[in-house]
């Protein structure tokens, strides 16, 4: 008799599991995955009375532990048992509830308030039946136990207490249906082109638009940008933006470069400002009192210039020693730096550096430093220093350069922003200047702060109101996925192309059919109409190819891709706009003008005759792509998160129930030596890939460095210096050994 015998003769009223069962031993017939293996540790925790549903649990948890580095397909063996207790589990409430078929089950979703009913009201029962006859249950099966985990606890949708009520295949095609709802041409075309690359795991949409795409409140975007003005309306403006941004499921990044600085005049009162550390502690109770969907505290990055008076302060947040007064532990400190500061970093360390306050400067010599860059922020800059007028804070710039690492080996903060570059790499210069980046730093967009126009009170319908007006400013907003670069054949160009060509798409339309948590981010989109593309699956694309991270084969494979992403991405977004029309910037963009593709010395033939296409009919997006950090959407797709090296080829993760074995994805003899750990590589490797991939990145990067306790400080300087160099715009958290860091979720793509 063969083995999955002896187990099913424990599920008297399960019959399903012999086919499971059996489709499992033909699946995987090797000798490490013999099911004599799971008989025996499933009766290690097998008891008397029992009832088959424990039973089932005890069989997926012998299954999930059998998972090693030697056998690391048995992940995949239990996601297929714990899909089938899924399937059992839905069904029982679709008897209950008579369902019998997809367009049926949206209906009662859409009467329990679950389903927005905005998918109804798009398509016809007709229709919602040829896209159930598109479901792929058998596309479950590519799902590993740790993704299929969180793919039914977090994101499908289940009753209010709790009850599952659409299956992984429906989620998939609910949030296709949503992201074509407005397509007027071919709308059922793009509805399978969208199904089928979020079901294949070839794309996966960030967490917001995978958690709400189809349901009454649909917050589709990842990363909002706020830059603060230097007045108490806006810095409270800016509060209420975050705070609401939060509330639907949002991370934040705030410009504070603008706010005066600690001992300041206001209003001709010398001394009175209290700097911008008090206001940032406003933005850390808020991300603490208004949570993100009740699941997580909200998050925020703060930026400040590097040559902000209250820098000392602001380096000292997160850390724990000094005055706890002035500390914040629960946002994200970041540095902004223009291109003279690593100058000096590199040339004259031990020279002075000049702290000074924005408002002085404005005051004084009538401009706001902050709204220049390159060799014109250079040359106001020294002429500041050069006034007496201004007070200054002097200090060595050794001494700001290990203030900034002393708080980056402890807190894994400040991240990096490299303004100089970023607003030189600039496609919309034209329109304005871009201060800071987001929550996980890759995103770069031109931005303005929101202004006060007049409070003015008017009758209306009889009762006395207060009307604020404002000018909406530039408020970011940025609408994110990833192609999954592991499940991708990235040198086939047409299958890249398809599929990049179906995520700018999808991102595209989520622009018209987004709820905005505050109407200026509406505004914003509209303007530029922005996405982030991005990746995931990095180290695993890498390894599946058999290419060492530490390799010039890496540096040349990676131009190679990302070449084709970017040119498939531009392509894709000129074909859009030929269809649906450029963003409102359009004329007059480096896009427009060309200079995008001259900047970067993308001049061969295939380049020159994708700017002309661009030229000639206009670009969908005035930012395309951006690669944000991913965390529970790589789990979900089974595969490395962003760009990061794996920390382990195999670990074990603490779980409410105990722990659980995790592999690097395709883990085999053939892939096992491509995954070295992360904190072993040589970061000049990853520094230089960065720079090589922000050639075919409009906006940024979310790049992590990894360092050991042997790091020096001048070790970790030379890597700023290096990065710097290469072009990179950002760097996200220096992650030592010894420091966990929190991931940002609504980034995750």
């Known amino acids: 008799m063969p083995m999955e015998r002896n187990i099913i003769a424990e599920f008297q009223n399960i019959p399903e599991i012999a086919d499971v069962l059996g489709k499992i031993e033909r699946d995987f017939p090797q000798d490490e995955y013999n099911l004599e293996k799971l008989n025996t540790r499933f009766r290690v925790f097998l008891s008397p009375d029992l009832t088959d549903g424990d039973k089932l649990s005890i069989l997926i948890k012998a299954s999930a532990e059998l998972t090693m580095q030697e056998a690391p397909k048995w992940e995949m063996i239990a996601a297929r048992i714990r899909m089938l207790q899924f399937d059992l589990q839905l069904s029982g409430q679709m008897k209950a509830f008579q369902i019998h078929n997809f367009y049926e089950k949206v209906s009662y979703l859409t009467r329990l308030g679950l389903y927005g009913d905005y998918i109804l009201e798009s398509y016809s029962e007709k229709e919602l039946g040829q896209f159930e006859s598109w479901l792929c249950p058998d596309r479950n099966e590519l799902l590993t136990f740790s993704g299929l985990d969180l793919l039914l606890k977090r994101y499908v949708i289940c009753s209010k207490s709790g009850a599952p009520l659409e299956t992984p295949q429906e989620m998939f095609m609910g949030i296709a249906m949503h992201l074509a709802m407005k397509e007027e041409k071919d709308r059922s075309v793009w509805v399978r082109r969208f199904y089928d690359m979020l079901s294949t795991l070839k794309v996966t949409m960030a967490t917001p638009t995978l958690a709400n795409a189809r349901k009454p409140y649909h917050q589709l975007s990842s990363c909002f940008i706020d830059t603060v003005p230097d007045s108490l309306d806006g810095i409270y403006r800016s509060i209420d933006n975050f705070a609401k941004v939060s509330k639907y499921g949002g991370g934040m990044g705030m410009y504070f470069g603008k706010v005066r600085a600690s001992g300041s005049s206001i209003r001709g009162f010398e001394g009175a400002a209290g700097g911008v550390i008090r ?94 860059f390159g060799e014109e922020w250079k040359e106001k800059y020294l002429d500041c220093v050069q006034d007496d007028r201004i007070k200054k804070r002097v200090i060595p710039v050794k001494d700001v350069i290990r203030l900034i690492i002393r708080s980056a080996v402890e807190t894994g903060t400040p991240f990096a922003f490299n303004r100089d570059t970023v607003n030189r790499a600039n496609p919309n210069k034209h329109k304005g200047v871009i201060y800071c980046s987001n929550l996980c730093t890759e995103i770069a967009q031109n931005m303005s702060a929101i202004d006060l126009v007049e409070q003015k009170v008017k009758i209306v319908d009889g009762e006395t109101v207060v009307v604020t007006v404002t000018k909406p400013g530039e408020f970011v907003v940025c609408n994110l996925a990833s192609l ?44 530029y109409r922005p996405i982030g593309l991005g990746v995931s ?93 991913t965390s529970s959407t790589s789990i979900i797709a089974g595969t490395t998160a962003g760009l990061d090296p794996v920390m382990n080829r ?91 860091v929190d991931e940002c979720e609504v980034c995750s793509s």
């Not at 798409?505 to 303007?527: H, W």
């Open 650 to 740: 195999y670990f074990l993760e603490e779980k409410k129930n105990g722990l659980m074995p995790r592999v690097a994805p395709d883990l085999s003899a053939e892939t096992f030596w491509y995954y070295k750990n992360a904190h072993l590589i040589d970061q000049t490797w990853s520094v230089r890939a960065c720079g090589i991939r922000q050639r075919h990145i409009d906006q940024a990067q979310s790049m992590n460095l990894y360092i050991t306790n042997e790091y020096t400080f001048r070790r970790i300087l030379d890597l700023y210096l290096l990065a710097w160099g290469e072009g990179v715009k950002t760097i996200y958290y220096i992650r030592s050994r010894s420091l966990e």
């Open 537 to 629: 699956g990095y180290h695993h694309m890498l390894a599946k190819h058999g290419i060492r991270w530490e390799s010039q084969e890496h540096l040349d494979f990676t131009e190679k891709v990302f070449s084709d992403i970017h040119y498939a991405a531009v392509e894709a977004s000129s074909n859009i706009a030929a269809e649906k029309g450029s963003y409102g910037y359009f004329e007059g963009s480096d896009w427009q003008t060309g200079k995008y593709f001259c900047q970067r010395n993308l001049l061969d033939e295939r380049w020159e005759r994708l700017a002309r296409k661009v030229a000639g009919q206009g670009l969908r997006n005035g930012y395309l792509l951006a690669t944000a950090p």
């Open 484 to 527: 999954s670069l592991g499940h991708i054949r990235v040198e086939n160009y047409e299958e890249l192309s398809y599929i990049t060509e179906s995520a700018v798409r999808a991102l595209d339309n989520v622009i018209d059919l987004n709820f905005f948590p505050v109407p200026y981010a509406r505004i914003n989109n509209q303007k």
């Open 279 to 372: 206001w940032i502690r406003l933005a850390n109770d808020t991300a603490v009192a208004v949570d993100q969907l009740g699941v997580r505290q909200g998050a925020v990055a703060v930026y400040l210039d590097v040559w902000h008076r209250d820098l000392p302060e602001f380096l000292s947040l997160r850390t724990n020693n000094g005055d706890e007064r002035m500390k914040a532990h629960d946002v994200f400190p970041a540095v902004c730096y223009p291109d003279y500061f690593w100058e000096q970093a590199r040339d004259n360390i031990e020279g002075d550096w000049y702290l000074m306050c924005p408002h002085d400067i404005l005051t004084v010599k009538g401009y706001a430093l902050e709204d220049s």
